[in-house]
């Protein structure tokens, strides 16, 4: 069993910086895929970043690429989502999941495979 909980959401104006972190406890090994993934209201989850537990290989949505960074704590357990310059459409739900290692490989991570969530945390960007 796997429990994931967020911390770290607020609110932000655009071009700001806000820092996710994800405390992970359970069975997570380095087999696992962990990942960030957000719904904004009236849309679709969709994934954010992905990082391989067992070797750091990193996945990005191309809407983030250059602005996010996913990273791991193994001394920890925890997961991490650094934002900057962050932008009103940015605004969502944030979700830490965890899951089998091949979900990070398929494009847009595939959410509704991923069977570990946490209860989200909020991010709000204001222009």
């Known amino acids: 069993q796997v429990q994931l909980v967020e911390s770290g959401g607020g609110s932000v104006q655009a071009g700001g910086s806000l820092r996710l972190s994800c405390a992970a406890s359970g069975d997570i090994d380095s087999s696992y895929c962990m990942g960030w993934f957000r719904q904004a209201p009236g849309k679709e989850r969709e994934g954010v970043a992905r990082i391989y537990t067992g070797g750091g290989r990193t996945y990005y949505a191309d809407s983030v690429k250059g602005r996010f960074t996913i990273f791991q704590d193994n001394a920890e357990n925890s997961l991490h989502l650094q934002m900057n310059s962050l932008k009103p459409e940015d605004t969502a739900m944030y979700y830490c999941?965890?899951?089998?290692?091949?979900?990070?490989?398929?494009?847009?991570?595939?959410?509704?495979?991923?069977?570990?969530w946490g209860q989200g945390t909020q991010v709000t960007v204001s222009s």
């Open positions: 999941a965890a899951d089998r290692s091949w979900l990070c490989r398929v494009r847009g991570g595939w959410p509704s495979q991923w069977n570990y």
